[in-house]
């Protein structure tokens, strides 16, 4: 069981940390130190890592024995297959502006791919950046070499809020481009068209890759806490809709969960790590999750 200490991860602590490389420093070892015990794996020496079976492997270096333990098939990854590329999506759109507390949604995403960059950079695989709103703001290809992680963190701190979210342009152009198997990470409140966000990453799954995607949502949007009339604005839209919170709470509520458990079970189907985030809750889950795919543990 993975453990983290609250205090050190906790959203609003690490956002009051301005610089950007010590805020992911502190966050991953934070979470590091929390760890009750790392996963065993007990690996021969004739191999370091497993991945996943896609079709067209090489059935001959399916391990058997793990399939018998997990029920999963996993490959025999051999040392020049290791180092894993993998790609950040953040959306930076309208919506991620918006912060019931002290922490936006930006603000925490960006907490969150600054320590994924971070993590990853320190595994030794390669890391590279989308940031994207309705078009690609900007765009790092994944690398591994000195002086790399720094230009990420540069441009995740020059980041700033866009205009309307389109999900699937940059998810379509990296599938397009990836001419290798990796690990794509997408962090996003995905307030957008449900099935074209879910068409884009199938086919980043259709290729090969393995895909987490972070759900950042607000605890307000989480809970609607409100309890006097106001005018509601669509950050994006900026159509505003006047509301008495006592009468449309429950059929609120029922729609977020509606739309949560949308993105939940399409990407457990297809074979898509989901992980819902509230940005008041400490990181660990979200790391938790990292750490799992690429350390494929069992």
């Known amino acids: 069981m993975i453990q983290a200490e609250h205090t050190i991860?906790?959203?609003?602590?690490?956002?009051?940390?301005?610089?950007?490389?010590?805020?992911?420093?502190?966050?991953?070892?934070?979470?590091?130190?929390?760890?009750?015990?790392?996963?065993?794996?007990?690996?021969?020496?004739?191999?370091?890592?497993?991945?996943?079976?896609?079709?067209?492997?090489?059935?001959?270096?399916?391990?058997?024995?793990?399939?018998?333990?997990?029920?999963?098939?996993?490959?025999?990854?051999?040392?020049?297959?290791?180092?894993?590329?993998?790609?950040?999506?953040?959306?930076?759109?309208?919506?991620?502006?918006?912060?019931?507390?002290?922490?936006?949604?930006?603000?925490?995403?960006?907490?969150?791919?600054?320590?994924?960059?971070?993590?990853?950079?320190?595994?030794?695989?390669?890391?590279?950046?989308?940031?994207?709103?309705?078009?690609?703001?900007?765009?790092?290809?994944?690398?591994?070499?000195?002086?790399?992680?720094?230009?990420?963190?540069?441009?995740?701190?020059?980041?700033?809020i866009g205009a309307a979210t389109d999900i699937l342009q940059p998810v379509e152009n990296l599938a397009h481009s990836l001419n290798r198997k990796g690990l794509v990470i997408l962090i996003s409140d995905l307030l957008d068209e449900n099935e074209n966000t879910m068409k884009g990453l199938h086919q980043l799954r259709a290729k090969g890759n393995d895909v987490i995607v972070f759900h950042v949502l607000d605890d307000a949007e989480l809970t609607f806490p409100f309890q006097r009339i106001a005018d509601f604005e669509d950050s994006e839209t900026h159509e505003i809709q006047k509301a008495v919170p006592q009468r449309v709470r429950e059929t609120y509520l029922q729609e977020i969960e509606r739309f949560c458990d949308y993105y939940k079970e399409k990407c457990r189907s297809g074979g898509i790590d989901y992980c819902l985030l509230n940005t008041t809750e400490p990181l660990d889950s979200a790391l938790a999750s990292y750490l799992s795919k690429r350390a494929r543990s069992f």
């Not at 021969?44 to 497993?50: A, G, I, N, T």
């Not at 333990?69 to 290791?82: A, L, M, V, W």
């Not at 950040?88 to 759109?93: A, N, P, Q």
């Open 9 to 160: 991860l906790d959203p609003a602590v690490l956002a009051s940390i301005k610089d950007l490389e010590l805020r992911a420093k502190v966050a991953v070892e934070g979470f590091l130190a929390g760890l009750h015990k790392s996963p065993h794996r007990g690996f021969s020496s004739e191999f370091s890592d497993y991945r996943h079976y896609y079709p067209g492997d090489d059935i001959r270096y399916v391990d058997w024995k793990v399939y018998a333990r997990s029920g999963n098939f996993y490959i025999k990854q051999f040392e020049d297959e290791t180092n894993v590329r993998c790609y950040i999506l953040m959306d930076c759109s309208a919506s991620m502006g918006y912060g019931s507390n002290s922490v936006t949604k930006l603000e925490f995403a960006r907490t969150l791919a600054s320590a994924l960059a971070y993590f990853i950079s320190g595994q030794q695989d390669a890391v590279g950046l989308i940031t994207f709103d309705h078009k690609i703001q900007q765009h790092l290809p994944s690398r591994y070499r000195q002086g790399h992680l720094m230009r990420i963190l540069r441009a995740l701190n020059e980041t700033v």
